[in-house]
Nanobody, 115 residues
């Protein structure tokens, strides 16, 4: 059973920063793609960042130059540094990963940005 567990969400003022962390646990051979998505109330879930096992990254236009995704392959972990936060970044942020060719989601962590 593979689990993705996120941490690091919270309440922050506009212009502030947060770091989200996600670690995969369980028994598996490999994790290829890891990423973060978010879902704001009344909106569809949006993939905001992805990173391959080799370190190649991809970002949604809405977060480019403000968010940075990274990963630690030895710890089966992925991180998202959120900088210059805006109220419109308020959402539940979900970690996701392709583990042994199957797609998994974390349970989500709330990020709230006050104006």
């Amino acid at each position: 059973q593979v689990q993705l567990v996120e941490s690091g969400g919270g309440l922050v003022q506009a212009g502030g920063s947060l770091r989200l962390s996600c670690a995969a646990s369980g028994t598996f051979f490999s994790i290829t793609l890891m990423g973060w998505s978010r879902q704001a109330p009344g909106k569809q879930r949006e993939q905001v960042a992805r990173i391959t096992s080799g370190g190649s990254t991809n970002y949604a236009d809405s977060v480019k130059d403000r968010f940075t995704i990274s990963r630690d392959n030895a710890r089966n972990a992925v991180f998202l540094d959120l900088n210059s936060l805006k109220p419109e970044d308020t959402a539940v942020y979900y970690c996701n990963a392709v583990v042994d060719t199957r797609f998994y989601w974390g349970q989500g962590t709330q990020v709230t940005v006050s104006s």
